[in-house]
């Protein structure tokens, strides 16, 4: 039997005590390659985020063979902060940190992997580089690069390729498919489809509750996607629909 990395037990995770992802069960083998699926708002991002340890279960419990200081996670662009006047070479060390610790110093030898991390991705000479100075396809690579540096052997994406050029989308994807090689746990939040069944053996489906997690082929069915897209379809009647009195 494979071993499991990480098993959700019949997972809730809550906002305020409404729940955002209902009783989830199931697990991420050790070294599998897994998308999440699922509609805005169905819940991938929290899930995401109660893997890490960020959210707490409201109910059930996530076990984990890798201690979590052994993830490295990449969330959702809109929550990184762009704006911190630093540079290129400071974001990709920072990698370093999660292992040396913050007060383990990045020595010379840390250097030379950012650098070496640097034209993995692809952004060979643009160490001096201010962060906020670069386009979104570029900051994402070095986001990659610090992943690559990071050396976790559980990694999570959330939408690591959404509003990214098709080129570096491609680039990037090779470094997931190098690390799923590596024997690493990939888990990563995709929109596009195509992706997922092109390079994702593994899927889990979900729209507040579980639609299915397994092979893509088994999951990514047409009859699962219509019903994650009828219950999207409850969540939007709560929302306002009209602005203005009647
Ligand atoms: P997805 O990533 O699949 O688009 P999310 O996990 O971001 O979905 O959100 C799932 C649900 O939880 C949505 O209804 C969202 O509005 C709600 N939600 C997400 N983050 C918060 C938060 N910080 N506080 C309250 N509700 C939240
Ligand atoms: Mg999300």
Same mark, same amino acid.
């Given at each position: 039997?494979?071993?499991?990395? =990480?098993?959700?037990?019949?997972? %809730? $995770? *809550? ?15 050790? /070294? ?13 991002? %929290? ?10 279960? *409201? ?20 929550? =990184?902060?762009?704006? +911190?006047? !630093?540079?290129?070479?400071?974001? !990709? $060390? %920072? /990698? ?7 007060? /383990? ?11 070496? *991390?640097? #034209?993995? #991705?692809?952004?060979?000479? @643009?160490?001096?580089?201010? =962060? /906020? ?10 986001? +990659? ?9 559980? =990694?999570?994406?959330?939408?690591? +390729? ?26 990563? !939040? ?5 992706? !997922?069944?092109?390079? @994702? ?5 979900? *729209? ?39």
């Amino acid at each position: 039997m494979t071993q499991a990395a =990480i098993s959700l037990e019949n997972l %809730t $995770v *809550a906002y305020n005590r409404h729940p955002a992802v209902h009783h989830v069960s199931g697990s991420l083998a050790r /070294g599998s390659l897994t998308a999440i699926a699922g509609p805005n708002g169905a819940g991938k991002s %929290t899930l995401l985020r109660a893997i890490m340890g960020e959210l707490k279960p *409201a109910e059930g419990e996530i076990r984990r063979a890798v201690p979590s200081r052994d993830y490295g996670y990449l969330p959702q662009a809109a929550d =990184i902060n762009r704006r +911190f006047p !630093v540079s290129v070479m400071d974001t !990709v $060390v %920072t /990698g370093a940190w999660k292992r040396a610790g913050a007060f /383990g110093g990045i020595g010379r030898a840390e250097r030379r992997k950012a650098s070496e *991390a640097l #034209v993995a #991705v692809g952004l060979e000479g @643009f160490e001096a580089r201010p =962060i /906020g100075s670069l386009s979104a396809g570029q900051f994402q690579r070095t986001l +990659f690069a610090r992943l690559l540096l990071q050396d976790a052997s559980v =990694i999570i994406l959330d939408e690591p +390729f959404t509003a990214i050029d098709s080129r570096t989308t491609q680039d990037l994807i090779d470094i997931v498919l190098r690390w799923h090689g590596e024997g690493r746990t990939v888990v990563a !939040v995709l929109h596009d489809h195509e992706q !997922v069944r092109q390079h @994702f053996p593994q899927t889990l489906l979900i *729209a507040r509750e579980l639609i299915g997690w397994g092979p893509t082929e088994e999951v990514m069915t047409d009859q699962n996607l219509k019903r994650a897209r009828a219950l999207a379809e409850r969540w939007d009647d709560n929302a306002p629909v009209c602005e203005v009195p009647a």
